[in-house]
């Protein structure tokens, strides 16, 4: 018994300094605070993953990171929340890359190769086995912000109140429009592109003012309530397949801890993988649904498709005309012939 005394006591007073110690640990753990906006609405698909990504963040970090996302480009217009981040009043843009091509055309090609990637997997390849960090953040850096991840939810598909079958339908076919690349080519092929903003597109619609829009894919489109409206569209979807992205304020990114960086990409991957797969299923039900609603769906022949992609790939490099971009398109296109979907 003598000897099981000073033990115990031994013992007592380890555990009650580990328990100090964590205690201590817990009381200097970093905390991150950010503000993000999207443009995305919580009724749509893409808003109900953001807000999983936020919850995945704050479990993984144990609450070190906290996260206030504004829905529906709440604080700022979408086009404005990349500078609204940069300049500290947001934290992190959660919109898309492509919005800012007035900046730098090459800015549409870290979102948007309309139809050079046939679906997420292969431009998310570009991204995590290429040099696709590497090339983005060489230009995000330039405005003072950090490319963190992309989520990419597969093919668009036009909405429409007029037929949309092949190219000679875009023939004066008024239709909402993201800034950037599209609009050249689609003026190429005869349509009247209008530049608004995302959550401008319903009221656009209903009353008149165009006649279709480049949203969304179908899931989305319909979360947006376009087809109460429009009638046409097409599945599956081939002109557009936006990467939206999370971009932060880079000082406040490179002040984060090393570990809450780690979880913020590594989140936004999962995110991706996500994304891609449930808008996959989604989209195959959302075409099922919309049928039966009587909203016709065009998929198009593969020579008009042709059509499409040659004067896609004309834009491309009319559009490269800044060393960065350049230099983005080549690092695309050489992925693209490494990987066989491009001569």
Known sequence: MTTLKPIFKTATLSAAGLALAMVAGNASAEETKLRIQTHFSTETLSGQLAQEFVDDVQEMSNGEIQIEM??????????????????????????????????????QFTGDLLGGYSNPYQQLSWLLHADGYTQINNLYNQHDMEFVGWWIPGPESLASTKPIRNT??????KFRSPPGMETM??????????????????????????????????TNNVGLGLYDI????????????????????????DEMPAHHRKIMTVAMQALALRNATINEVKNAQTAKDLRAKGVTLYEWEPAELAKYRDAVQKGWTEYATTPESKALLESHVAFLQQMGAMK
Not at 83 to 106: E, S, W
């Open 185 to 218: 080519v689609f003026k190429n092929l005869g349509a009247s592109p209008i530049v608004m903003d995302f959550n401008e597109i319903f009221t656009a619609l209903e009353s008149g003012i165009i006649d279709g829009a480049d949203a969304a894919n179908l």
């Open 230 to 253: 429009a009638e046409h569209t097409n599945y599956p979807g081939f002109h557009s397949m936006p990467a939206d992205h999370l971009a932060c304020r880079k000082e406040l990114w």
């Open 168 to 173: 000679e339908d875009f023939k004066n076919w």
């Open 70 to 107: 504004f829905f529906s480009s709440a604080v700022v217009k979408s086009t404005e929340t990349f500078d609204a981040a940069a300049t500290g009043i947001l934290d992190c843009d959660m919109t898309g890359g492509a919005y800012q091509t007035g900046k730098n055309p090459a800015f």
